[in-house]
């Protein structure tokens, strides 16, 4: 019996060992600037270790300001005319978070906007 309860724990050591280490490396991507890797690498060892609360926390705490700030960015550059990057970091704030609605609205702006400026370039 006690040779389980020491094998449970060295598991348990090891698992946790892995997640820190996981954790270490998407840190790591995520300040270097690499967000959409170091996110997605989160999201796969959540997925591997869902009662890890410090992995959880990190992950929605970064993934939400990951997306702010290419809304942010979406929307200085829609601002200042350069569309295609707006699009882009839209684009970005969605591969980030899929559902997020501020940026769905932001490409569809973009687009109404580019079409009405399509179709009036057509009629002069």
Known sequence: MRRVVILIAIA????????DEALRQSRIAIEAGNEEEGLAHLEQELKAHPDDTELRNYYLRHKAVAAQRYLA????????????????????????????????????????????????GEAA
């Open 12 to 19: 348990l050591a090891l698992a946790a060992c892995t997640s």
């Open 73 to 120: 960015l979406g929307d200085n550059a829609k601002a200042a005319g350069a569309l295609d990057r707006a699009a882009e970091a839209y684009a970005r704030a969605l591969r980030i978070d899929p559902e997020n609605k501020r940026a769905k609205a932001g490409l569809d702006t973009l687009n109404a906007d580019r079409e009405q400026h399509r179709t009036s």
